[in-house]
């Protein structure tokens, strides 16, 4: 009988260990699940505006005359650097945008091929859109919009 | 064996202590981690609602926004004319849900129409849905193209051309088109109301109002004001009546000018009369 002694509490001891060990897992990973849907906002967030970016930048390069100052988006023997984007109204910069954060490139993959890249961060979101335009021929002016990923 | 019975009632005391605090706290882990996965459920669901509201042109849009970046850290660079659309926020658990997008309502330009050699055939030519802008608007101002067409104070213009359209220019071109620095080329000259203020080319026809006649000329470039004759805004001819009242030497310039205003709007040649 003097072997049983505690047997009981120790069991219980155990026992709640072990529960608490799985309840803390758990408790974890619906906290995690639930922080990634949270932040999923400002990933969603992030990649609405790179990719509106690169469709913008995208219609403007395709839309751009051979006179217009649009041509300045257009690389001729490197890879163009875009940075310091800011969203204006009247001369002033919108507050929706102040938390966007974006950069990109707009590089001659070869002489049909553009690729536009934008990576954009919102608050704690980031995402990365490249829109890819073509030429029909190397010999045409115009840079036709293509598939945006 | 007092004692033994003692420490085992006191050992279930504890025991039963133990695991009724387990039990609670089991419970509220139960609650904690189910509310945790319904607030998640709940907040991507509401988060899928918004993103699709804010593609969807239902959705509050402003326009006249400019995104501004810099080229290669050193050359500016603005696009202008965006529309900015944002949801009403909406929140769950706290967590505010609201999206923004800016797009770019500017059509895709087909370059193979928009071809231009100023000549007012060509100009009438060219005339078409895909190049038509309809009103002259300031706030789109850099926005338009070489080829364009505009409607303003009901009569119609095609920018000629668009180099150093945002700087030289100011502030004649966002005044209105028109002006004599502007680059746009009036079309239609059937109003007899308008001062001769558009940069003419050789061939356009311009009527004048002098108050008991409308009077047509030509603009060549031998003489910018070339007088054809007394023009009727009832038939949209030139008066051949009287011998006196029109130029029968400029006359063929008014026939072959009629006759290139094919897409010319109806009610705009009865705007004359």
């Known amino acids: 009988m003097k072997n049983n002694r505690g047997s009981t509490i120790t069991a219980v001891i155990v026992i709640t260990l072990v529960v608490m060990i799985l309840s803390g897992t758990m408790l974890s990973m619906a906290y995690s699940y639930y922080m990634h849907s949270y932040k999923e906002i400002y990933t969603r967030q992030a990649s609405l505006c790179a990719s509106s970016a690169c469709e913008i930048i995208g219609k403007t390069i395709h839309n751009a005359d051979s006179q217009t100052d649009y041509q300045q988006f257009i690389p001729k023997d490197h890879t163009k650097t875009l940075s310091n984007f800011t969203l204006t109204k009247d001369g002033k910069n919108a507050d929706i945008y102040k938390d966007v954060q974006m950069n990109g490139t707009v590089e001659i993959v070869d002489a049909k091929t553009l690729k536009i890249t934008i990576n954009a961060t919102y608050k704690t979101g980031q995402a990365t859109s490249t829109l890819t335009m073509l030429k029909d021929k190397e010999t045409d002016s115009q840079w036709q919009m293509g598939k945006l990923k | ?273």
């Open chain 2, 1 to 273: 064996m007092k004692n033994e019975k003692g420490f085992t009632l006191i050992e279930s005391l504890v025991a039963f202590a133990i695991a009724t605090m387990v039990f609670a706290a089991l419970s509220t882990v139960i609650t904690t981690t189910y509310r945790y996965y319904t607030a998640s459920n709940k907040i991507k669901a509401l988060s899928d609602t918004q993103y699709q509201a804010v593609l969807n042109p239902k959705a509050t849009s402003t326009d006249h926004y400019t995104l501004k970046c810099t080229i290669d850290d050193k050359e500016e660079a603005s696009i202008n004319n965006l529309s900015l659309t944002t949801n009403t926020s909406k929140s769950y658990d706290d967590v505010i849900v609201a999206y923004f997008n800016l797009t770019n309502d500017i059509p895709l330009a087909d370059k193979t129409t928009q071809q231009l050699t100023n000549t007012v055939y060509d100009r009438l030519q060219f005339k078409n849905s895909t190049n038509d802008k309809g009103e002259w608007s300031l706030s789109k101002a850099s926005s338009y193209r070489k080829g364009d067409f505009v409607t303003y104070e009901d009569r119609q213009y095609v920018l000629v051309t668009d180099n150093n359209l945002k700087t030289n220019w100011e502030p004649y071109t966002y005044k209105a088109p028109g002006t004599y620095q502007s680059g746009w080329q009036l079309l239609d000259m059937y109003n007899p109301s308008a001062p001769l203020f558009t940069t003419y080319l050789n061939g356009d026809i311009f009527l004048q109002n002098n108050g008991d006649e409308i009077q047509a000329f030509v603009y060549l470039d031998s003489n910018p004001f070339t007088w054809i004759g007394a023009y009727d805004p009832k038939t949209h001819e030139i008066k051949k009546d009287n011998p006196y009242a029109y130029d029968k030497n400029a006359i063929h310039y008014f026939d072959e000018w009629k006759d290139n205003q094919m897409y010319l709007n109806e009610s705009w040649k009865n705007q004359g009369a």
